[in-house]
């Protein structure tokens, strides 16, 4: 069974602040992906990785920045926090088989 | 570029009442569709998924979705819905070839009475 795990449920910061998401999965999967989830809008991506070290910009990245170090480990990093970063942010594993492999979700709010 | 709508935003149905949720995609290519669906308080999870074959597609819990290409829609339904059911409905889609990521709908909110 493919797990995807997210480093936290519920995270509150301030305006300002660095921010770090982290998630890992344990499936030996290539392609992981970063999208945020806003009522109304779905779920938006953010940045993807095809292979460690290597990032391509989503729909949008503005704000945010990855690191993929460990081909099992993909971050997410907010430069400096703000409030319309407020969000549920999502981490997602595949195969070449396209079909992804949710986390459970990190509540991010920026105050 | 992709794009995907999803016409129902909040769908309330009784139980055994029959469901269809739409969903119509904008790409000129071949492409890849999914429905996920996100329970209250779980991780979206995927329902079903079309790459190729018969567009009729059958998932999990007795849902199917129907693949017409000649209106790029991928429409999910079931024929008897549970109060289990109460759920958010995600369609997707990625390009055969190229991005690999989805390209999500905005989701419909389903609540099913019982």
């Known amino acids: 069974d493919v797990k995807v795990t997210q480093s936290s449920r519920y995270l509150v910061k301030r305006t300002g602040e660095k921010v770090f998401l982290e998630c890992v999965q344990d499936?030996?999967?290539?392609?992981m992906f970063w999208y945020r989830q806003d009522p109304g809008l779905g779920l938006r991506l953010i940045y993807f990785?095809?292979?460690?070290?290597?990032?391509e910009k989503g729909d949008i990245p503005e704000g945010y920045s990855v690191s993929r170090e460990k081909k099992e480990r993909f971050s997410l990093i907010l430069e400096s926090a703000s409030t319309n970063q407020t969000s549920m942010y999502l981490c997602?594993?595949?195969?070449?088989?396209?079909?992804?492999?949710f986390g459970p979700g990190t509540r991010l709010t920026v105050t | 570029a992709q794009s995907v709508s999803q016409h129902n935003h909040h769908v309330i149905l009784s139980e055994a009442a029959s469901l269809e949720l739409g969903c119509n995609y904008s790409?000129?290519?071949?492409?890849?569709l999914f429905w996920y669906v996100q329970y209250p308080g779980q991780h979206l999870q995927l329902l079903l998924k079309?790459?190729?074959?018969?567009?009729l597609v059958k998932g999990i819990k007795g849902f199917e979705a129907e693949f017409i290409k000649s209106k790029f829609s991928f429409n999910l339904r079931k024929p008897s819905v549970q109060w289990s059911d109460t759920a958010e409905y995600f369609c997707?889609?990625?390009?055969?070839?190229?991005?690999?990521?989805?390209?999500f709908g905005s989701g419909t909110r389903l609540q099913v009475q019982p």
């Open positions: 079309y790459f190729s074959g018969d567009p």
């Open positions: 997707a889609v990625n390009a055969r070839t190229g991005r690999r990521a989805l390209t």
């Open positions: 990785s095809y292979d460690v070290k290597m990032k």
């Open positions: 499936m030996d999967h290539e392609n």
């Open positions: 997602a594993s595949s195969s070449s088989a396209y079909e992804q492999y």
């Open positions: 790409y000129g290519g071949t492409v890849n």
